[in-house]
């Protein structure tokens, strides 16, 4: 369905089609020096010892995953206010996801909820549907920097030593944001970037992995590849792998692409803030920014609606208006498949009670000051009228 203010809208200049229409005309189209690059590129920008090129951010995660060792029976604990890639990647290797209920002001993790967990869970107190959660099966932590904002990660990192679980970041929505000046992507074990065409850049489809540990590196390199050994022959396959490879045509559209993030993170920053501004003194509220991120990548612009609302009909509202809304995010223990693992409301009370209130507005690097204007004054209007 077409909106005339659409939710989100990738940014695409000449450059871009260039560089991808200079990989087409080299006829390589896999396998070659533009993923390198790309790779190189990321890796300096968040200051990583080094990237591996995936072909989507759930890529990223599930091999993130595998390389934390993460299998059968153990657990993984992540958000419940969150894409569903965070805790599916569990799935995949036949463990089980937990989750930690977020803070209201950030949404990401409360630090304390996953403290009070570990603690359940090492007394062997810790019982979720039906699995009785050991701390020593407790293996990774899945740590969300949600719509943009680093979670708080120094306390997070202290929580994970001391219980022996890996950390990884869930970065795919934050890729440049600053938790007290240091970029995201590399706290932890290593951590993943995405690249969907509603992310700040894209890849059409695509995913990154970064890390400051090599060995990471080399066997993410080895699983998107088949499974092949470094400098094996091309039917030579030493362990478990994937197809997960990004081809050039992504990775050139990403390196043209990454060489313009600053510019689009600080455009990004300049639409949140005309919307905070036209928010103002209105029932409507902005998202909080905690005082460690010292840079926000917006990726989305969520609001709260006030308490009560009728979202559904906001959105309906919204729409025959034109204008795309979503209620970012569902909680993912409440989606549908979850509740058949034995998941069920008042388990994660917080983000069930905001995830009822939160609504995501058209947001893109080119929007125009007249449009966020149209998109406040309708949604004000749908409150009145039909909330
Ligand atoms: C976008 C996103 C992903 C990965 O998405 P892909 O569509 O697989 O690239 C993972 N986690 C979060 C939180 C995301 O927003």
Redesign the pocket.
């Known amino acids: 369905m077409g909106f005339r203010i659409p939710l989100s809208r990738p940014d695409i200049d000449g450059n871009d089609v260039k560089a991808v229409e200079s990989v087409l005309r080299s006829s390589m189209l896999s396998i070659g020096p533009k993923v390198e690059e790309f790779e190189k590129r990321v890796a300096e920008y968040v200051g990583a010892e080094c990237a591996v090129a995936v072909n ?6 599930h091999l993130l995953v595998k390389i934390a060792g993460l299998g059968p029976g153990d657990f993984l604990a992540t958000s419940p206010f ?2 569903i ?2 805790a599916n990647v569990a799935l995949f290797e036949r463990a089980f996801p937990i989750f930690v209920d977020i803070e209201e002001k950030t949404l990401n993790v409360d630090v304390e909820a996953l403290e009070d967990l570990l603690i359940r869970a090492k007394k062997g107190k810790l019982d979720i549907c039906g699995h009785n959660v050991d701390v020593d099966r407790l293996k990774v932590f899945m740590g ?1 920097d ?1 719509f943009g904002q680093p979670m708080d990660w120094d306390p997070t990192l202290k929580l994970c030593e001391e219980y022996d679980v890996t950390a990884i970041d ?1 970065s ?2 934050a890729i440049g944001a600053e938790y007290k000046g240091c970029r995201v992507g590399t706290f932890g074990m290593g951590g ?1 970037f ?3 065409p ?2 700040q850049i894209t890849t059409g ?3 990154i992995i970064v890390s400051s540990d090599l060995e990471v590196c080399k066997l993410a390199k080895s699983m998107r590849n088949q499974g092949r050994g470094e400098g094996d022959g091309w039917l030579y396959h030493v362990r478990l792998g994937y197809n997960y490879r990004m081809d050039e045509m992504s990775a050139a559209l990403g390196v043209s692409q990454l060489e313009r993030l600053d510019t689009i993170l600080d455009r990004r920053a300049e639409v949140a803030r005309r919307y905070n501004a036209l928010f103002e003194n209105t029932p409507v509220e902005p998202h909080h920014i905690a005082p460690y991120t010292t840079r926000m990548s917006w ?1 989305v612009y969520v609001v709260r609606l006030p308490e009560g609302i009728n979202r559904d009909r906001i959105v309906d509202y919204m729409a025959k208006k034109g204008i795309q809304t979503r209620n970012y995010f569902t909680c993912v223990h409440l989606q549908p498949f979850y509740r058949q693992l034995g998941y069920s409301e008042g388990m994660y009370p917080t983000a069930e009670k905001i995830s009822k209130r939160t609504l995501a507005l058209p947001f893109y690097n080119r929007i125009t000051q007249k449009e966020q204007e149209e998109v406040v004054s309708t949604l004000l209007e749908a409150l009145e009228r039909v909330g």
């Open positions: 989507s951010g759930t890529s990223a995660l969150t894409f890639a965070s969300v949600v869930d795919c929505e993943a995405a690249f969907y509603n992310k489809e695509g995913g990726f």
